[in-house]
């Protein structure tokens, strides 16, 4: 059953609901009044737990009290927001997220909301409830079916109007096509392979009214997509490109997003080790990513040109596999020489990008799991972005902090270019292990062909390990709320 968040008035203290959410700050818990006012209702109780655990009100620090049958609601949880003047629309998504998520693990099937702005724009609200009452729970059978699931969740504004009504829809939009990208990340490859994810594009295309072109095996190498091919050529499911477009009228800006769509990564002939290689089913993290942003644009509707572009095959080390010493040319006319098939995912998006330049656009975005030295770099929650453009760093830079979603800026160092120079092509595509992260951007820098461009390595938080803020344990979502942002600023 969908989650159905709707706004409503009156005494949130009140509510018939199983799970009432109320938020802290930092600072004296008894001066607040929403926390005064329940901790009389309790008894005192509210206050007096706080102090046992040390409840201060810290960022998603939270305290979980059972009311026995003191008020209606029957368990209250107090949700630290930090700072008073730190509460930002980041911070209220993130507030509704660990709410929902927290209601769905006592078996709630209602939530109430008390917001620290009765005022503000709630569809950050909606997107966090949504988004935290996220499981995907599709294969479990019997007794691993959930028992419960969170069905209603009240937000208590001052008086409810269709203003409000509106924002909640659109955010509850927003976490669908959010939702799209976590599940398409999570499903197993032997069910998302190149083919399937073009279905599921198709139906976005078809619900939202978008064009879609889907190049198969035969098209691409017609088209001379020859590195998207070469990775593809091993598996038994063939590689698809697909090209997804939303054009209003007078559009202001166009923008193409190129999505890395490798559905499983073996390592081909350069085969991964086995620990981990499971995980490898994330490796189509940038494609998910540009596969929930249109499902986004076509909710939101901006004044902007929006196209999405993913380069998808499955990485195999069949006998007819590409193999290292193997030269190819690409859609740039370029030629590149196979170091590792294990770094296979610039190749698909060397092409992509080539594709993407060609739409001319105002700029381009690509997102990947690309590598493992960004992880070493930057940890598991925040992803690396390369560009040379430095206005256009610091718009990116601002959109992921105004949805909450960590990006940390990297060097294109032009010294690290000559680890690229290959004897027998004019490109290898793999350099030296050290500044590997920054190689493999330079790689793609070469098939741009000049257009203003972001490059997006998201090899740490496309698959989370632990349950954070909005984000759950499993596919994520990052970077979509970041992509839509961007997309938005720019109409």
């Keep these: ?239 698809c490109f697909i090209h997804m477009s939303y054009v209003p009228k007078k559009a202001k800006k166009k923008i193409v997003f190129v999505g890395k769509g490798l559905t499983f990564d073996s390592g081909g002939l350069c085969i991964k080790p086995a620990p981990g290689m499971g995980d490898m089913k994330s490796d189509m993290g940038g494609a998910a990513a540009v596969l929930g942003l249109m499902a986004a644009v076509s909710a939101i509707a901006p004044s902007v040109e929006v196209h999405g572009v993913i380069a998808s095959a499955e990485n195999m080390p069949d006998a007819g596999a590409y193999r290292p010493g193997d030269v190819f040319g690409s859609l740039s006319g370029k030629t590149v020489e196979i170091v590792n098939t294990d770094a296979e995912g610039r190749l698909v998006l060397a092409d992509a990008l080539t594709y993407a330049s060609r739409l001319k656009p105002d700029v381009i975005i690509d997102a990947a799991t690309l590598t493992g030295a960004c992880m070493v770099a930057l940890g598991k929650t925040c992803s690396a972005f390369y560009t040379a453009d430095d206005d256009l760093a610091g718009k990116f830079a601002g959109s992921a902090r105004a949805v909450g979603e960590q990006f940390w800026r990297m060097p294109l160092l032009d010294d690290l270019r000559e680890q690229l120079k290959s004897d027998v092509a004019d490109l290898k595509h793999t350099g030296e292990r050290w500044g590997g992260s920054i190689s493999a951007a330079l790689f793609l820098r070469e098939f741009v062909e000049g257009a203003a461009w972001i490059h997006c390595d998201i090899a740490g938080p496309v698959l989370g390990d632990r349950a954070k803020g909005v984000y759950p344990k499993g596919g994520t979502g990052h970077p979509v709320l970041t992509f839509l942002d961007v997309v938005e600023s720019m109409g």
Excluded: C, W
Aim: aromatic letters at 6%.
């Design 1 to 239: 059953m969908p989650l159905n968040v709707q706004a409503t008035s009156g005494e949130f203290s009140a509510a018939a609901v199983d799970v009432l959410a109320v938020f802290a700050t930092e600072g004296d818990l008894a001066k607040q009044k929403p926390l005064s006012e329940l901790n009389k209702a309790l008894g005192g109780g509210l206050l007096e737990h706080a102090g046992h655990v040390d409840f201060t009100g810290k960022s998603e620090q939270t305290l979980d009290v059972v009311t026995l049958g003191k008020i209606k609601p029957k368990h209250v949880i107090v949700i630290g927001l930090g700072k008073k003047d730190a509460i930002t629309a980041a911070a209220l998504r993130s507030y509704a997220a660990v709410a929902a998520r927290f209601a769905n693990s006592v078996m709630a099937k209602s939530l109430a909301l008390a917001l620290p702005d009765p005022s503000a724009d709630l569809r950050p609200v909606a997107e966090g409830a949504k988004l935290g009452a996220y499981r995907f729970s599709k294969y479990f059978t019997g007794d691993r079916v959930p028992k419960s699931e969170l069905r209603e969740v009240l937000v208590y504004v001052g008086r409810a109007t269709p203003a409000h009504r509106k924002q909640l829809a659109l955010g509850a939009a927003v976490a669908d096509a959010v939702i799209i990208a976590r599940d398409a990340v999570n499903e197993p490859p032997n069910e998302l392979y190149p083919l399937a994810m073009a279905e599921i594009a198709r139906k976005i295309a078809k619900k939202g009214k978008l064009k879609i072109q889907v190049f198969d095996k035969k098209a691409i190498q017609q088209k001379g997509m020859k590195l998207l091919y070469a990775v593809g050529q091993g598996s038994v499911h063939e590689p």
